[in-house]
């Protein structure tokens, strides 16, 4: 299941990067410029800046789950979080009995916080039935077969978004 996650975040990366403009560079990295349609999405990829750009998709399956789909021009990021019923710290690991997790995924490969080796935390500091504030911050262990060779460190995530 975890792998299988892993591998759906990377095809939806490739397809994301593969449309439009042939440049590389991160559109979503000036934090004076708000580039998502509804709210905030950043973090910090191995150190460098990152935003998403566009609508981030957040979905509330049930009433205890929820999932974020964020892209940009360099990297697709996904999370899953489960039992959350309001604000509160959530561990992104690949134990089976929490099943969250985080994954990220670009040109030069896929990680995940579902793998051995990775680990994280999501914070959700506010939640109502349309909006979402919180943190994020996961190392991701490499994705076997997709290119990555060391982890990727995510750290000085932040979300304040409406769904």
């Not at 892209?71 to 959530?90: C, D, I, R």
């Amino acid at each position: 299941m975890h792998r299988a996650l892993g591998y759906l975040t990377l095809a939806l990366s490739v397809a994301a990067s593969s449309c439009g403009s042939s440049d590389t560079s991160d559109l979503g990295t000036d934090p004076g410029i708000s580039l998502v349609t509804n709210g905030t999405f950043t973090a910090s990829v191995n150190g460098t800046a990152w935003g998403a750009l566009g609508k981030v998709i957040v979905s509330r399956p049930t009433a205890t789950s929820m999932t974020f789909f964020a892209t940009s021009t360099t990297y697709a990021l996904n999370m899953v979080v489960l039992n959350v019923s309001g604000p509160g710290t959530f561990t992104l690991n690949s134990a089976v009995s929490n099943g969250n997790q985080a994954s990220i995924s670009g040109l030069s490969g896929g990680w995940t916080s579902g793998n051995a080796g990775g680990s994280g935390s999501v914070v959700i500091t506010a939640l109502t039935s349309n909006h979402v504030v919180g943190t994020f911050v996961f190392e991701g262990a490499p994705i076997s077969g997709t290119g990555a060779t060391t982890p990727i460190h995510v750290t000085n995530g932040k979300f304040d978004l409406t769904f």
